[in-house]
């Protein structure tokens, strides 16, 4: 069955500090991976997507990274800010053919905090 | 552009009774995505429509159900409601269903079952 379980489920850190989150997952066969950032009461916004080839990619202060042997990816926040407050969700699809919304497993997110 | 919007952003209904939500995409954008978000099992896919068909369903009950219009508007409808069908209900729209798209999600309708 496949699975995106995500850590930690909720993080508080002071302004200005960076963070790591995490995403392990058991998706198969694995397309591609997004991190999506939600602010309370809004949808998810895309962050980055990456492909299995890639294991680096940044969107502003954010990183994401994937390591496609160790099934893992990790989203680093650097120098937060009071707008990073959201929850954090990753999302890995399925590559079998005809995928569609389907073959998306989500991950529960991480609700980040970040106090001034 | 216009994002995805969703209406009406909160409902509040009753044991029983049936509700219908509407998302208009992104312009451009012929598939939708409805999923339903919960604290404790997160975003969950229910069903996708392409050019005014189901493509994909995911494992809900025949009590949920959709549509889609040739404008590409879409509809989901949830009948004899139960307390736990209290959720967050998001669309998203793409370009199509390749699942490599990105999905554009709208604010969402959050719906209170009492």
């Known amino acids: 069955k496949n699975q995106v379980e995500q850590s930690p489920q909720s993080l508080i850190i002071l302004e200005g500090k960076n963070c790591t989150l995490q995403c392990n997952y058991t998706v198969s066969p694995f397309s591609n991976l997004r991190w999506y950032k939600q602010d309370t009461g809004r949808g998810p916004v895309s962050l980055t997507i990456m492909t299995f080839s890639e294991n680096t990619k940044s969107n502003g202060r954010y990183t994401a990274t994937l390591d496609a042997d160790t099934k893992q990816s990790s989203l680093h926040i650097t120098a937060s800010q009071l707008s990073d407050s959201a929850s954090y969700i990753c999302?890995?699809?399925?590559?079998?053919?005809?995928?569609?919304?389907?073959?998306?497993?989500f991950g529960k997110g991480t609700h980040l905090i970040i106090q001034p | 552009k216009a994002g995805v919007t969703q209406t009406p952003r909160y409902l509040i209904k009753t044991r029983g009774q049936q509700v219908t939500l509407s998302c208009s995409p992104i312009?451009?954008?012929?598939?939708v995505s409805w999923y339903q978000q919960t604290p404790g099992q997160g975003l969950q896919f229910l069903f996708e429509?392409?050019?005014?068909?189901?493509?994909n369903k995911g494992n809900f009950p025949g009590r949920f159900s959709g549509r889609q219009f040739s404008n590409s508007r879409s509809e989901m409808n949830v009948s004899t409601l139960e307390l736990g069908d209290s959720a967050l209900y998001l669309c998203?729209?793409?370009?199509?269903?390749?699942?490599?798209?990105?999905?554009?999600f709208g604010p969402g309708t959050r719906l209170l079952v009492l």
């Open positions: 429509y392409f050019s005014e068909t189901q493509r």
């Open positions: 312009s451009g954008h012929r598939s």
């Open positions: 998203a729209s793409s370009l199509r269903t390749s699942g490599q798209e990105t999905q554009y």
């Open positions: 999302v890995v699809s399925a590559g079998y053919s005809g995928g569609g919304a389907d073959g998306l497993t």
